[in-house]
Every structure is written in C-alpha cells, then in structure tokens.
C-alpha cells in the first residue's frame, strides 16, 4: 500500500473517528464527524471522505459520460445520463451544423452517446458537449450499468484494470464515470466481460481485486 | 386499536403475553438488503409475522412538474397492503388508512434525508407488506430505511420504528395481531437513533400521562436494539472479506 | 416546509421575524405560547343536521354536521353503533385547497380527529343498537373547512365535539321510538403544537404553520387521558419536548372544554 486506506465500512449518521479535514460523504455536528453514506471510510490527503457502495450518479464537470437520448426539441437533444437530472445537449455543442427543428437527423431518440459534462450549476442542471475528440455516437455494441462508486475500480489504477480486460477479450469497451459501460466485439469476449466486471462490482471494496479479475480472464469461469 | 371487546386473556398469571412474550420483549426480527435488483435500492424484513419489503428509486426527476420543489427533493413513500396480507382479503389499492401512513411515513423519512441535495427530485419509496401481523408501519419505516440506505441516498441517521401499548391494564412492547385487535392502546414511533429524536409518533386509545411515556420509553429502548441489526445487516452485505489482507 | 396546508414558498423575513419573537417569549399575534385563539361556538347552526356546530378559532372557521341515520352494524361488533368521519377542504376557504377527492391532507387531519372521538368513546355505542345484529344507527361526522387560517385538527376536533354534544338521534323520523339525545360519555380535546426553531407553540395559526418544522397533536380527555396522538410534517421532537406537550395538551385542553360545554347551556361564547 503507497498510501493509508481504511476500508471500514460505516452507515449513514454512524461517527467517523479519523484523523483530517472533512472531506466528501461526510457532516459535522457539533464537534464530531459522522457518515452520509452506507460507504467506505478513505483518508487521503488530509481529508476524511466516505465513498458510497451505491446510489446515483451525480455529475462533475469535465466527465466523461454515456447517455442515451430521450427527447428531441427543435434547438437540443434530452439526454439521460443516470443522474437525478436529464442533460440537454444543445446543437451549439455538436460537431454538426444543426438546422433549427432538425435535431431528429442526427440523434434520434434511444441513440446511445459518448459525451462530456461541460457544465454543472448549483441546482443540480447539467449540460454535456460532444465537441471533443474522441466523443461521438455510439452504434452497436451493448451497455450494462453498475454503481458509479465503482467506476475506479473498473477502470483501475492508471487504467490497469479497463486494459486488463480488453487485452484479454479484444473488445472494446467505453466506461462512463455514471456507471455506463459500453461494450463492443464478439459475443464470447462480451460475455467474459460482463460477467468480469460483475466480480469487480461485488467485490470492489476488497483488496487484491486485479489478480483475481486476471485469474479468472485466464481461468474462464468465476 | 379495533375497539374489540374479548374474553380472550391476553396476559397470563405468570405476566407472559399471548405468545410467550414478556412485557419488554420484540418479536423475532429479520432482515436483508438488495433483495430487488432492478431497484436503486431495497430491502426485506420479517418482524413476528410481518413480512415486508422496500424498494427505493431515485432521486429522480419529479413528475408531474408541478409537485418539484424548487429547493429539495421530494420523498414519496407508498404503504400498500397486498390483498392477501391479512386474513380478510383486503380491497387493493390505497385506502384513507394507507393514504394516512404513507403521509407520515414520508414525512418521517424526510427528516432523516439530507433532501436539500437533490432540488427538484423526487425519491420514491415502495413498502409493500405482503403479510402483516400488526406494527407494519414501524417494521414497513424500518425496512425502508434499509432500502435508502441501499440506495446511497445521503442521511443524517438511520431510522428505527417501534410500537409500545397496553393490554390487559399492562403496557408492552411491540404488540402482536390478537394484542393491536383487543388491546387498550398503540402508540407507534420512529425514532432517529443517533440523536434520539422522534420522526414519527401517533398514539390512540386509552393512557393516563405515566402509561404513556412508559410505553414511549419501552419503545425507544427496544429501537437501539433493532438500529444495532440494522447496521449489522447493511454491514454484512459487504461485510465478510472486507477487511482482509 | 411547504405543504398544501401553507401558501408554497414563504418569505424569509417573515420566518426570522417569527423566529425573533418567539425568542423573546411572544407571537406574531400577541399571543403566550399556551394561549389559544379565541373560540366562539354556534351549535344548531344546520337544522337540518341532527347535531351541528359553527366554530371559530381566531380566523379559522369550521362547519361540522351530523347526521345520524339507521345501518347495519359491522359483523365483528352486532351490538354497536358505527361513527363515521369525514372532512373535506373545499376550495373556498383556502387559494391552496383544489377540488377533487379527499387529498392526504384531508384524510390524515379526519383519521387524527376520529382517533381522538373513536378512542375516547366519547359517544356511548352500545346505547345505539336498534336490534342487535341487524340494525343501528350510523353516526356521521361530516367535517367543513370554511375558512383556512391554520390548525385544522383544533377546529375540527373542537366543533366535531360540540356538534356530536348537541345531537338528537332521530327516531321518531324513521319510525324507532321517541327522539333521544345522542349519549356522550367523555369529552376528548385535541391540542396541536407547531415547533418553530426551538420553541413550540399551541394552536399554531396560519403564519406560525408555514414556517413549523413539525407538528404534534395530542388528544386527551376530561380525566386526563391521553386518547391521540399525531406528529407531522419533517421536523422531529425530542422525547423531553413530547412529554412537556402531553403536559400541555392536558391543561389547555382543559380550558377549551369549558369553552365548549359552557356553550351547550345556551350561552354563546
């Protein structure tokens, strides 16, 4: 371990006694720290943070998200993105020149996006962009969803994890930081992931997590 | 209570309860969480003869509009009774007592939310008791609290329900089916445990001023005891390997 | 805290000024924390009814009806009458109240009052059996809200006390015998405080509402005992603050009994 991690999981209101500064997750009452989340107590930095098990996602600016259009207006896309909101993605912030009303010739409704937050204000709205390299439409392909507080973990340390897994199946594979995850290639390889990627979701609080995901990509069976 | 006059003894000449309960004594309890995958979160619990389950989903945009509030997210909780729950099948569907505790039961859950997070939202919480065997809205708030708690939904507490009454001229805890249908009083609770502040509190029947705060006292003290299984169950769903290595 | 009960979003400058005088231990309306507005009873207000009361609390007006008619008796208890509640928040005494069926609003406020009347046995069942098992008089209790200016559950409870105190059951009319007065043996009263900051005040009106973090009713009765209880809204109660209300509940009430039973003599309040 580079560095101090407690792995004590705490429930909502339950008292954290950690040395650091308040961090995410957590609330001061009088002069004691305690838990908003059913989470995992992390140290780093100075801060005390909890990391929650599960829950929704909520959107930060600069992340990179998978979302599928639900609605069309004359001027921008409805887009959910497994936040508490919907994301408007407005025709100033696509790589196409828009016509006003015709949004509909470009993404059509249940069209699944690879996008970026551009912004978030302090009432929770949420606008996302697709003009950047590398963001797009996404054809074919599956998703599957899991926790957004487990996205880390499937990504892994530096990307170790995601690469893992698409060495060893050939696919490609988008991870939105909403827990999204777009998946691509032969049925087999897809299946392998999926089924990887459940392992890391139930045991993402645990230690020692990537040798046993590599075991079993070598393995073939849980 | 039902106002049912009975010759049935509900305390026995040894101060034992109908099934064998002594005064201060909760029935069994039981509890799981993310028992409905499809959820956001859930949870299952058995107490006596209920048995109950809680699904939570959100926070989600609310809908229709016009029931946003602009500064925090709304909590829906829905007590529905299945028809084949109690002995009588029950007509489905809301009825003015199932309109009544779903109002108080969001709003007791409310208390616990930090709902300020999530401003035009709405967090939608389904108990359904699919067998019910008295006491269903405390064990239907306790259940629920699971649920939110499954579902990452930011707290200040857990919550903890309990219910203390009187029957046969005693006050007792937890009362059972026989003892809600004859006996003298009922006076549910929703405690926050780590504050011990009340969220929920209804009482009816009959209590001079001590019988009362006996029976709030009765019903409090049990409540550290269920918040214990509560975090015990959240913490077994992740539990076992967690700190090893 | 916005509910249909309050008018959505309430201005921050009357919360804090709220909040200051309750910090120096008065009211919006000159009021001590234990003091109720003032009740004044109309009983027989509705001829038609077989017992009525038209009562204002400070603003807040309520009309409650009974009508007492012959029924079936519920199978688990052939040898009793059935009472029946109802309140219905029409659209006249409040921009906030809409038409449509009863809201949760209406039915948590008429299940509270009933609690207190049903468990009180205020009205004497078992003297309302026609013949046992087949036939007896129904009570009904039919609750208007007339003008909404805070504290329902007082004013319903009060007037729904005194309407059912000022009832004849009608036998003649439907051939059982001589008309008798409906038998009341207790005379349960409900108290509702709002806590607004760290203080709580008796019969909240409608500014002091708006602004409470939470609710509690307590019903007790001439012997004091206590019958119901309610809380609500998202706010919690510490037990300490539970118990002072019982306390409360039980002296105020009291005083609003006297009020409601001086007025069966004839005197108006």
């Known amino acids: 371990m580079d560095e101090k991690k407690v792995r004590d999981i705490v429930v909502p209101g339950e008292e954290i006694v950690a040395e650091g500064k308040p961090g995410r997750g957590v609330f001061y ?31 930060k600016k600069g992340d990179k998200v998978i979302g599928k259009v639900i609605d069309l207006a004359p001027m921008n896309w409805v887009v959910d993105i497994n936040a508490p909101y919907y994301a408007p993605l407005h025709v100033n912030d696509v790589p196409w020149r828009v016509g006003f009303g015709d949004t509909g010739r470009f993404l059509e409704i249940g069209d699944v996006i690879l996008a970026k937050v551009s912004n978030v204000n302090e009432m929770g709205q949420v606008w996302i962009t697709l003009k950047e390299q590398g963001l797009r439409k996404l054809e074919g392909g599956h998703l599957i969803h899991i926790s957004p507080s487990k996205v880390p973990r499937v990504i892994g340390k530096g990307g170790s994890m995601i690469q893992l897994l698409k060495d060893s199946t050939n696919c490609r594979i988008y991870v939105g930081q909403n827990g999204t995850i777009w998946i691509s290639g032969e049925p087999d390889g897809i299946v392998k992931v999926i089924k990887a990627i459940r392992m890391i979701e139930r045991e993402a609080h645990t230690y020692g997590l990537t040798d046993r995901v590599k075991e079993f990509l070598e393995r073939g069976d849980e | 209570m039902m106002g049912m006059k009975s010759d049935i003894r509900l305390i026995d000449d040894n101060g034992l309860r109908i099934d064998g309960r002594l005064p201060n004594q909760l029935r069994p309890i039981k509890m799981e969480v993310g028992v409905v995958k499809r959820a956001d979160g859930s949870a299952y619990i058995e107490w006596g003869g209920n048995k109950i389950i809680a699904a939570v989903y959100g926070p989600r945009e609310a809908y229709p509009k016009h029931v946003q509030e602009s500064d925090r997210a709304i909590v829906r909780a829905r007590y529905n009774m299945a028809a084949f729950s109690v002995d009588e099948r029950k007509r489905p569907g809301p009825d003015r007592r199932s309109v009544e505790l779903s109002k108080v039961i969001s709003e007791a859950l409310t208390s616990a939310i930090f709902v300020e997070k999530f401003p035009r939202t709405a967090i939608d919480v389904y108990i359904e008791v699919l067998q019910a065997d008295a006491g269903t809205r405390v064990a239907g708030i306790t259940v629920a609290s699971l649920a939110l708690a499954d579902a990452g939904i930011p707290m200040r507490d857990l919550i903890v329900g309990c219910a203390a009454g009187k029957v046969d001229d005693v006050v007792v805890l937890d009362l059972n089916k026989e003892e809600d249908n004859f006996g003298q009083a009922d006076v549910p609770m929703a405690i926050l445990p780590r504050t011990g502040e009340i969220a929920l509190l209804q009482m009816d029947g009959d209590l001079t001023y001590d019988e009362l705060t006996n029976a709030m006292e009765m019903a409090m003290d049990a409540a550290k005891k269920i918040y214990n299984m509560e975090i015990e169950t959240l913490k077994a769903k992740y539990g076992g390997d967690v700190n090893e290595q | 805290m916005s509910s249909k009960f309050t008018e959505g979003v309430v201005a921050e400058s009357k919360r804090s000024y709220i909040h200051k005088l309750a910090s120096e231990g008065t009211r919006i309306d000159g009021r001590d924390f234990d003091e109720v507005r003032p009740i004044k009873i109309k009983t027989g207000f509705i001829q038609r009814a077989d017992g009525s009361a038209l009562v204002e609390l400070g603003d807040t007006k309520v009309l409650v009806g009974v009508k007492i008619e012959p029924g079936e008796p519920f199978p688990d208890t052939p040898d009793m009458g059935i009472m029946t509640t109802n309140v219905e928040l029409v659209p006249l005494a409040s921009p906030t109240f809409e038409p449509g069926p009863p809201s949760e609003e209406a039915i948590e406020l008429a299940r509270v009052v009933d609690r207190g009347i049903r468990e009180s046995h205020t009205i004497d069942m078992e003297k309302l059996v026609i ?77 002091e509402e708006s602004i409470a973090s939470a609710r509690l009713t307590v019903t007790t009765n001439e012997e004091e005992k206590v019958n119901a209880m309610q809380k609500g809204l998202f706010g919690t109660f510490t037990y300490e603050e539970v118990k002072k209300s019982i306390n409360r509940s039980m002296s105020i009430g009291k005083q609003v009994r006297k009020i409601i039973l001086g007025d069966e003599n004839g005197k108006e309040n």
Do not use: Q
């Open chain 1, 29 to 59: 009452e009088g002069e004691k720290m305690y838990s908003m989340y059913l989470g995992i107590v992390d140290v780093r930095s100075g801060y005390v943070n909890v990391i929650p098990l599960s829950g929704c996602y909520i959107p």
């Open chain 3, 131 to 207: 013949e046992e098992g087949e036939k007896v008089w129904v009570v009904f209790i039919d609750m208007h809200v007339l003008d909404y200016h805070g504290n329902l559950f007082d004013a319903c409870g009060i007037a729904a006390l005194a309407a059912l105190n000022n009832a004849t059951v009608p036998a003649e009319r439907f051939g059982f015998g001589d008309d008798f007065k409906l038998p009341i043996m207790h005379y349960p009263v409900p108290v509702t405080f709002a806590k607004i900051g760290e203080w709580i005040v008796a019969d909240p009106n409608l500014d």
